[in-house]
């Protein structure tokens, strides 16, 4: 088992990755880990995540509340988004908040992740909804991701960023990379004229494949409040983001998140 100064320096690591991917830009983005059931590890606020050293960590309890922070440094003022998952979804340990470049634009443009594109991202994620709009370090957040968080382990937060979360730092953190490749592949495959997408039975068995392997976490494939029900899953009816008007992408809708992408890109 790790000790404590081994996971501040994980975060840190981490840290460098998401700020080295372009998945945040200055000081953009927050980590935590839980530790105990009274006690996680997150990175401060106003700091960049590529730059940061264990001696930057702080620690809060369930509420947020510091227990320990060293010289000016405070916790993420997104820390209730975090300690909200972690209410909620006992089996989680670690949770991420990037602005990774593609996913931030599909939530920008309020386009949710939904189509079954290729197996990895069917098996890994399933959909990834958008949680409505809120102010930040706000209450707005954390009760529009809770809507969410039972069914899904990645959520786009609308006009804001990505949110993954998982039972490990690193798990976490593969979630939002995955989110990001998926939203990359969507955005240019649609470039090129469309995705070629899967059939329902197609993604049914991608879903199986998921359930032999035992895989961790929740997901569409056991978990999907349609599914559940008797209806088709969210890949096939969209039902993951509430407004099934916002799944047609029109030329403005694409030319849009071409700007987004290109202005973040710095071109």
Do not use: W
């Not at 000790?3 to 000081?27: S, T």
């Not at 509340?65 to 670690?94: L, T």
């Not at 995705?195 to 999907?224: S, W």
Request: include cysteine.
């Amino acid at each position: 088992m790790q000790n404590e100064y081994e996971i501040k320096k994980e975060i840190c690591d981490i840290g460098k990755r998401i700020y080295n991917r372009n998945m945040v830009a200055a000081n953009d983005g927050n980590i935590s880990v839980k530790i105990s059931d009274n006690e996680f590890l997150c990175t401060p606020t106003g700091v960049s995540k590529g730059f940061m050293t264990p001696e930057y960590i702080c620690k809060v309890d369930a509420q947020g509340n510091v227990i320990q922070a060293n010289g000016n440094f405070k916790p993420s003022s997104e820390i209730k988004m975090h300690m909200r998952v972690y209410q909620e979804r006992p089996d989680v340990r670690s949770v991420v908040h990037a602005h990774p470049v593609y996913a931030t634009s599909f939530a920008i443009a309020g386009i949710p992740l939904t189509q079954p594109i290729m197996p990895e991202a069917v098996i890994a994620l399933g959909c990834v909804p958008i949680a409505k709009y809120g102010r930040p370090s706000t209450m707005e957040i954390p009760d529009a991701v809770s809507e969410y968080v039972q069914h899904f382990d990645a959520v786009l937060l609308e006009n804001h960023g990505a949110l993954t979360y998982s039972d490990s730092l690193l798990a976490a953190y593969l979630k939002m990379e995955s989110v990001e490749f998926y939203a990359q592949l969507l955005y240019q495959s649609r470039m090129l004229g469309g995705p070629k997408e899967f059939t329902p039975q197609q993604v049914e068995d991608l879903y199986e494949i998921r359930r032999q392997f035992g895989m961790k976490g929740r997901h569409p494939a056991n978990l999907c409040p349609n599914a559940k029900e008797g209806k088709p899953s969210c890949h096939t009816c969209g039902g993951c983001h509430g407004d099934d008007k916002k799944s047609a992408v029109s030329a403005d809708v694409v030319a849009e998140i071409t700007k987004k992408v290109l202005e973040q890109l710095g071109r």
